[in-house]
């Protein structure tokens, strides 16, 4: 820690401010000493997450600056440089302890669980088993799993993180490279809608519309009876015709089909249509 030698200037305000306790003094020896401050907060900076802004920290550590300017007691013979310090470091830490949303127990066996985690893996040359893990902590095993549940909330991470730098003015954060589940893979989609002209090929206008209203739009049997000016039951018939017909076409064929989806229906599978979760399936697995 950087330390300056305490010229006679400031000792003569240290001997006035201990012996009126005047405001003014104690500011002028908190900006003759505020660079310990800024010291301090910048070392336990270091070992935050970057979404941490160190100004805050520096807000913090000043309060533990003044309480150590009213404790000081000059006839030690203490250097203040090293009585302030542990003090302006418990100020951020404090102030950093009613932040954090996790309990300081829950953190603390979070460590102890990795670190055992670690341990067992280099000691046994694999991932250990929960049985593992509770015998080296000495947990029951429903203590183990309250532990296991609380852990992962002591990892959570700010979308707003910075991910990583660019050249650009503009830094790449957390949220910007999360997958989007709501997104279409492109692979799944061709795939899709190769096995969509594949299994309408060489049917019928009114066939084709019984394959893709009923598993691509969702309508039930009846629903496209009448969009087609059919009954009900002929069209759980031409149904199951189609799909009779397609299992014997693709069993044909079954060496030239590429797609994994109509693949999968040729060895008699089921495919999960892309939209409402329907199967097409063989004919035997389909009922009237």
Not at 219 to 243: A, F, P
Request: charged share 30%; hydrophobic share 40%.
């Amino acid at each position: 820690m950087p330390a300056a030698r305490i010229t006679p200037q400031i000792r003569q305000l240290w001997i006035r401010f201990k012996a009126t306790g005047e405001r003014t003094l104690r500011n002028v020896l908190m900006e003759n000493y505020l660079h310990l401050v800024k010291y301090n907060a910048d070392r336990i900076s270091a070992r935050l997450p970057g979404e941490v802004e160190s100004d805050d920290l520096v807000s913090a550590g000043v309060f533990g600056l003044v309480d150590a300017i009213d404790s000081f007691d000059l006839e030690r013979g203490v250097k203040f440089e090293t009585y302030c310090a542990p003090r302006i470091r418990g100020a951020i830490l404090d102030e950093l302890r009613s932040l954090d949303w996790v309990p300081r127990l829950v953190r603390s066996r979070a460590a102890k669980l990795e670190e055992a985690n670690r341990t067992l893996e280099v000691e046994l040359g694999r991932t250990p088993y929960e049985d593992e893990l509770a015998k080296r902590l000495n947990l029951a095993p429903g203590e183990l799993d309250k532990l296991l549940r609380d852990a992962p909330t002591v990892s959570l991470v700010s979308l707003s993180r910075k991910h990583y730098e660019t050249e650009s003015s503009r830094d790449v954060r957390e949220i910007d490279v999360l997958e989007d589940k709501r997104g279409a893979d492109p692979l799944v989609e061709t795939q899709n809608r190769d096995l969509k002209a594949l299994v309408t090929r060489g049917l019928s206008r009114a066939e084709r519309l019984v394959l893709i209203l009923y598993y691509y739009e969702a309508m039930t049997m009846k629903e496209i009876g009448t969009v087609l000016d059919l009954s009900e039951s002929r069209v759980s018939q031409m149904h199951s015709n189609i799909l009779g017909r397609l299992k014997t076409q693709f069993s044909q064929r079954n060496g030239g089909v590429r797609c994994p989806a109509a693949r999968a229906t040729i060895l008699g599978q089921t495919w999960r249509a892309p939209r409402n979760g329907r199967t097409l399936a063989p004919r035997s697995a389909v009922s009237a």
